[in-house]
């Protein structure tokens, strides 16, 4: 399940100069991702007649009987699952109604949700407003806009590390553009060529491996759920935020098993 298949990556790999071997080490080291961007940055070939896939902030609606949750974190995100491409992602999302993500992105989280709204189910939208130890309460709410969805490839911040790749770095001759260098510019231009342009710096991103300022919190039985640069949802905050969880919890949409981190 890529989005990138192995003939086109060898072709690529050969003009930049990289190995089969090389690229075929990349590959194994690949997971499919959505990625969630602006109309302007969505692929010419997509433009036309794109449907919006999520909206940042705005107002929640919830369902009858379910309230803001729990520390009235902002609600930074609203995905609509029906409009995900499908069959994409290698973890288990749900096809229809929509994913909710409440959670602060300018500070360090104290609290943060996901919720799924089913489709067809009855929602009023909430107010921001609230009393708090009889004093009237504000929760920000972040300005709404349309983000297109695109599949998208993922790689391991680690990849480099297999033996055909470590030869490849090692056998460098120090004369014209380095091994490293040479790696760097093919990475980019699989990446470019699996988002069918140049794929975003910013942007928030669905599954795949997470591309983390500091330590990668997918490690383990942990996959990313979802990234969300801070300027994506508000151009004034530089943050990334990163929801993850297990395979299982994501499957069966246990959403208060997920964990949030924030760096800076």
């Known amino acids: 399940m890529t989005s990138i298949d192995e003939a086109l990556l060898l072709k690529t790999a050969a003009e ?70 499908q069959d994409v992602l290698d973890i288990e999302l749900p096809t229809d ?33 609230y009393e708090w130890e009889g004093e009237p309460m504000q929760t920000t709410v972040y300005e709404p806009r349309a983000l297109y969805a695109v599949p998208g490839l993922s790689l391991d911040g680690d990849w480099e590390g297999g033996p055909e790749t470590e030869a490849f770095l090692e056998g460098d001759d120090g004369e014209g553009e380095g091994a490293g260098e040479t790696l760097e510019r093919f990475e980019e231009a699989v990446l470019d060529l699996a988002y069918g342009g140049q794929h975003p710096g910013v942007c928030v991103q669905i599954g795949g491996y997470s591309d983390p300022w500091d330590m990668a919190p997918d490690e383990g039985e942990l996959v990313l759920f979802a990234q969300l640069a801070g300027q994506a949802i508000d151009y004034d905050v530089c943050t990334m935020n990163l929801i993850v969880g297990t395979r299982e919890d994501i499957a069966a949409r246990r959403y208060d098993g997920l964990q949030f981190e924030q760096q800076t």
């Open 16 to 85: 930049y100069g990289v190995p089969g071997p090389v690229a075929r080490e990349l590959l194994a080291q690949t997971r499919p991702c959505v990625y969630l961007v602006e109309h302007r940055e969505l692929p010419a070939s997509r433009q036309e007649n794109a449907r919006p896939a999520a909206r940042t902030g705005g107002l929640p609606a919830l369902p009858d009987g379910v309230d803001w949750p729990e520390g009235r974190s902002p609600l930074v995100l609203s995905v609509d699952c029906a409009a995900l491409p």
């Open 97 to 129: 109604g929509h994913l909710l993500i409440f959670s602060e992105i300018s500070y360090e989280p104290d609290s943060a949700a996901v919720l799924h709204v089913p489709a067809g189910a009855h929602t009023t939208e909430r107010a921001a407003t």
